[in-house]
């Protein structure tokens, strides 16, 4: 026979016949794309995209049958899950992984069932109940002081929010006063600095979320003018010394 992954939702007189078609979708679909967010992680250079199939429904209770179609990877991430849902460790997880997780405790807790997630031998079983709690909570984020440059891309909203162009194709919006709009409205396409509280993901480190505490207007100075004020600040310590590169080198340990 071969391997493969198991989802049986138990308990409330539960069967197939009392799931609809999307609801059924729905608690796969979910369990894909959590085993999927953990190969990713585990896996970042794999090409061949993972995935599960359906392969039988059982009639006593709700029974599902799923086939992966990479063994190890799957089996692995599959692995890795049932654990952490055991220990209640699911900071552990990707947070995509958790979120799609939570689909099936939602539906748990609707239909008042418990799910039992198991496989073949060599993978850890768990189960989810009523009070499992699946969810990303703060537990996956870091937080704190940080202060963020970029391009004012957008200003606007009931409640004023600036948006901020952080690196090409990444941006950032954080709500701020109505003064604060209105200045920044100014420097439309222009950089600047914003500071907040700031929240990160702690599995990559992307920031989430700022709460913004102030703002800061970057000077228009071209970078030639820049240096020109940098060599009038320091380079009154360089006067007398006559080979800097070799100075340097020394500086450096190089010499």
Same mark, same amino acid.
């Given at each position: 026979?071969?391997?493969?992954?198991?989802?049986?939702?138990?308990?409330?007189?539960?069967?197939?016949?009392?799931?609809?078609?999307?609801?059924?979708?729905?608690?796969?679909?979910?369990?894909?794309?959590?085993?999927?967010?953990?190969?990713?992680?585990?896996?970042?250079?794999?090409? !061949?995209?993972?995935? *599960?199939?359906?392969? $039988? &429904?059982?009639?006593?209770?709700? +029974?599902? %049958?799923?086939?992966?179609? @990479?063994?190890?990877?799957?089996?692995?991430?599959?692995?890795?899950?049932?654990?952490?849902?055991?220990?209640?460790?699911?900071?552990?997880?990707?947070?995509?992984?958790?979120?799609?997780?939570?689909? !099936?405790?939602?539906? *748990?807790?609707?239909? $008042? &069932?418990?799910?039992?997630?198991? +496989?073949? %031998?060599?993978?850890?079983? @768990?189960?989810?109940?009523?009070?499992?709690?699946?969810?990303?909570?703060?537990?996956?984020?870091?937080?704190?002081?940080?202060?963020?440059?970029?391009?004012?891309?957008?200003?606007?909203?009931?409640?004023?929010?600036?948006? *901020?162009?952080?690196?090409?194709?990444?941006?950032?919006?954080?709500?701020?006063?109505?003064?604060?709009?209105?200045?920044?409205?100014?420097?439309?396409?222009?950089?600047?600095?914003?500071?907040?509280?700031?929240?990160?993901?702690?599995?990559?480190?992307?920031?989430?979320?700022?709460?913004?505490?102030?703002?800061?207007?970057?000077?228009?100075?071209?970078?030639?003018?820049?240096?020109?004020?940098?060599?009038?600040?320091?380079?009154?310590?360089?006067?007398?010394?006559?080979?800097?590169?070799?100075?340097?080198?020394?500086?450096?340990?190089?010499?």
């Amino acid at each position: 026979m071969p391997k493969q992954l198991k989802i049986r939702f138990s308990g409330n007189n539960i069967t197939p016949e009392k799931v609809s078609a999307n609801e059924f979708g729905k608690l796969v679909s979910a369990y894909e794309n959590a085993i999927v967010s953990v190969v990713k992680k585990n896996h970042p250079h794999r090409i !061949i995209p993972a995935h *599960i199939s359906v392969t $039988g &429904v059982e009639k006593n209770d709700l +029974g599902i %049958d799923l086939k992966p179609n @990479s063994d190890d990877d799957v089996f692995e991430a599959a692995n890795e899950i049932n654990i952490n849902i055991s220990n209640r460790t699911f900071n552990k997880l990707p947070i995509n992984a958790v979120e799609n997780l939570n689909v !099936i405790q939602r539906f *748990i807790n609707e239909k $008042g &069932v418990t799910a039992y997630l198991n +496989g073949y %031998d060599g993978i850890a079983s @768990s189960q989810i109940t009523q009070d499992t709690n699946l969810e990303v909570d703060e537990t996956f984020y870091l937080q704190g002081e940080t202060t963020i440059y970029g391009k004012v891309v957008r200003i606007g909203g009931a409640t004023p929010k600036v948006r *901020i162009e952080i690196e090409k194709n990444k941006s950032i919006s954080i709500e701020v006063k109505t003064d604060v709009a209105k200045d920044l409205s100014s420097h439309l396409y222009e950089t600047v600095a914003i500071t907040g509280l700031a929240k990160w993901k702690k599995e990559d480190n992307e920031l989430v979320d700022l709460k913004f505490i102030s703002h800061k207007k970057l000077s228009k100075k071209s970078l030639t003018e820049k240096l020109k004020e940098l060599k009038n600040v320091i380079g009154k310590h360089w006067d007398n010394i006559d080979n800097p590169d070799e100075h340097l080198a020394h500086l450096r340990g190089d010499i």
